[in-house]
């Protein structure tokens, strides 16, 4: 959706090119549909078409491709307007600077948002003409306010990783929802740095059985609810309720990897086999889906497909009414999953359309053939819809996240031999696809370090083991040339916070490389990155999960 004639979108290494406009920058996933509708809606409007053409240079941000400069985007938008989420607008200087930020808006004013997207490209072209001098001298100033807030603490020489570990579950125990699973308010993402960490202590004897009980209740939540696909398989990117609802309904490999590598944990940690068969239905699906015949993983798929009308519509491919769901399934059948799979006070995408998704414990009823053929149906008539599309460019971050759950579920316990014919053909076939170090920012070296690393814990093969080790010592040689880790370089005018803190969504580059060394034994190293981090992990222990889980 980026590429449009009505607005021909740049990439983020337009920014601070020859030019005397400002920079106009939308920040959102490409697969995302918030995102997409929202660009659509923009290049449908002559007005604001118009606008953004002769007053500003457009750069769509992509999440997905430029994660430290949305971020740092999110950072703006918190200092200068108090929010978050995306998609979101920030604008910036010609030479690159920002100096402004919006979360989204309706394109019009109206009742409830009085102030549309149209009426703020015209009060910052207005007052960029009048007073553009002006603006670029504070955006100088404001470059130094988020540098400060994008750099580590200044470090401490004293580390006590039991006071940092206890503290680090003590803030999660304190944003717990205890009714619903999870952390903290929606949007519901996988939470996997702090879920691992949890994981890892609850394996060790280290928590309190309320720990290990919220542990449970969120992983809980994570396979019953609307954020995993009952029956194509493979999880969707989060939700946007408290209560597992409403997903947001892209697909990415990265996501994939990512929640099965939580689902085998916990099957070990809680020792809870339906966990370790769900990630097994995850790869599978992930495997059938985005694999490439050359072994390489896709990206990812759309929120959107072909709804009625052929509009494109958030959540059309999994959604059901419980017509729909009658005309496949006869009145008997059909009455028996809603019995399971259907709450009227959850409704997905409006009062009749809705994501299934089970609520409490399978009684024995369900466990004969009644729900499974049930699901297959189901399955069969949704092959029948427009299929959301495929982002089908391959990420060398992905291949390392796929290739280190593969390879952990191949030597997980409960994996058995028919486990490993279907698994294992795909995933020699992804282990032969890890990219050249060369080509990798720090953070991708240090995930594809660790699925290396992985897989030579599996094959044995020395050659994945000496990737690792390479991986490894180019990220040590990084550390040391610049005290920290840069895995961006869109523009020079900022750093990104990805390197030094855990996400909802995934791991810092800090904590992959501390993991890493960590598996490959090398302490110094991995001391070195924590003393770089201790002030942080004090200050925000919940953003250092990943790093910390490195020490147990």
């Not at 959102?28 to 053409?53: C, H, P, Q, Y």
């Not at 697909?251 to 940690?269: E, F, G, P, V, Y």
């Not at 720090?442 to 080790?469: I, P």
Request: charged share 20%; aromatic share 8%; with cysteine.
């Amino acid at each position: 959706m980026t590429s449009s004639p009505a607005i021909p979108w740049l990439p983020p290494t337009a920014i601070g090119s020859q030019t005397e406009l400002p920079t106009l920058l939308i920040a959102g996933s490409s697969l995302d549909s918030f995102t997409n509708s929202w660009l659509r809606t923009m290049a449908e409007d002559k007005e604001v078409v118009t606008l953004i053409n002769e007053h500003f240079q457009p750069v769509f941000v992509d999440t997905l491709k430029h994660e430290g400069l949305a971020l740092t985007m999110q950072n703006v938008l918190g200092l200068t307007a108090e929010a978050q989420g995306w998609p979101l607008s920030a604008f910036a200087t010609p030479s690159g600077s920002f100096f402004g930020a919006s979360p989204w808006r309706n394109m019009r004013a109206d009742a409830e948002n009085s102030h549309g997207f149209l009426n703020l490209l015209i009060d910052v072209a207005q007052t960029w003409q009048e007073q553009g001098e002006n603006i670029t001298a504070d955006a100088e100033q404001f470059k130094g306010v988020l540098a400060q807030l994008e750099e580590l603490p200044p470090a401490e020489k004293s580390f006590n990783k039991t006071l940092a570990q206890d503290a680090c579950e003590a803030h999660a125990m304190e944003a717990a929802d205890s009714l619903e699973g999870g952390f903290g308010e929606s949007p519901r993402y996988f939470n996997a740095p702090l879920l691992h960490f949890l994981l890892k202590r609850t394996a060790s004897g280290k928590t309190s059985a309320s720990v290990r009980a919220h542990v449970e209740r969120t992983i809980t939540a994570y396979i019953a609810g609307g954020m995993h696909d009952h029956l194509g398989g493979g999880f969707f990117h989060g939700c946007s309720d408290p209560v597992w609802g409403l997903p947001f309904f892209e697909k990415t490999t990265a996501d994939q990897a990512i929640m099965s590598s939580l689902l085998l944990a916990a099957a070990s940690a809680l020792e809870n086999p339906l966990a370790h068969t769900i990630a097994s239905t995850t790869l599978l699906w992930t495997i059938h889906t985005l694999q490439t015949d050359d072994g390489a993983f896709m990206t990812g798929l759309d929120a959107e497909s072909f709804g009625a009308g052929e509009q494109l519509i958030n959540g059309a491919y999994y959604a059901w009414s419980k017509e729909a769901i009658a005309d496949v399934l006869g009145q008997e059948l059909g009455e028996h999953f809603l019995q399971r799979y259907w709450h009227d006070e959850r409704a997905a995408l409006d009062a009749t359309f809705h994501i299934p998704a089970i609520q409490g414990a399978l009684d024995d009823a369900d466990a004969n053939a009644r729900l499974p053929e049930a699901c297959r149906r189901l399955l069969i008539a949704r092959h029948e819809r427009p299929s959301p599309a495929r982002n089908e460019d391959c990420r060398a971050s992905d291949q390392g996240l796929i290739l280190e759950t593969l390879a952990q579920f191949l030597n997980h316990p409960l994996t058995t031999e028919t486990d490993h014919e279907d698994i294992l053909p795909a995933a020699k076939k992804c282990a032969a696809q890890l990219p050249p170090l060369e080509e990798l920012n720090t953070y991708e070296k240090a995930v594809c370090g660790r699925g290396a690393q992985a897989w030579f814990t599996f094959s044995t093969d020395e050659s994945f083991l000496n990737y690792a080790n390479n991986a490894l010592h180019q990220l040590e040689e990084h550390f040391a040339k610049h005290g920290g880790f840069t895995i961006s370089s869109a523009h020079p005018s900022h750093t990104s916070a990805a390197d030094m803190v855990d996400t909802p969504w995934r791991e810092s580059t800090a904590a992959c490389t501390a993991q890493l060394a960590q598996q490959l034994g090398n302490t110094d190293f991995q001391n070195k990155i924590i003393e770089a981090h201790a002030a942080l992990t004090r200050y925000a222990p919940l953003a250092c999960a990943g790093l910390l889980r490195s020490l147990l």
